[in-house]
């Protein structure tokens, strides 16, 4: 596993890369989507949807991951949102976590508007299923 500080901007990912940040509010746009994500401070080259996980207490947890601006809602500050798969709960700000990215998906896009946000965003999610090849549950972190 490759440490995203000494990776910088990556277009196929070869190695996973591991970044550790700290847990912020957002503005809610993924909950308001049906996609609640968590948000972590990041100052990272890495940019794009990935296949990833989230580590909270002992446990990793599968994710969409984005990381980069978010054009369709004319916001050009970076993030990085992780939204967890088969997962209910809330992460709490301030916490440290550790996000594994495993494979790039797609370049960040701006959409039309909103439900072509969120047609995406379901692809995505479809995406990282078959690539887990999960087969449903609930996963609960404490």
């Known amino acids: 596993m490759v440490a995203a500080d000494s990776l910088g901007y990556i277009e196929a990912m070869s190695k996973e890369v591991l970044i550790k940040g700290v847990v912020v509010s ?8 049906g996609f609640p994500t968590v948000n972590v401070v990041y100052k ?10 989230i580590l909270l207490g002992n446990e990793w947890a ?38 594994k990215l495993s494979e790039k998906i797609r ?13 995406a965003i379901e692809k995505d999610v479809e995406f990282v299923r078959n690539w887990y090849n999960l087969q449903g549950g609930v996963i609960k972190i404490k």
């Open 44 to 53: 990272g080259d890495i940019k794009g949807v990935f296949v990833g996980e």
């Open 107 to 119: 370049d960040t896009k701006k959409f039309e508007d909103l439900e072509e946000l969120k047609k």
């Open 62 to 99: 599968q994710a969409v991951i984005h990381i980069g601006k978010k054009p369709t809602i004319q916001d050009d500050e970076v993030s990085l949102e992780v939204h967890i798969l088969n997962w209910s709960g809330e992460v709490k700000e301030g916490i440290n976590v550790s996000v």
């Open 26 to 33: 957002g503005r809610k746009l993924g909950t308001k989507l």
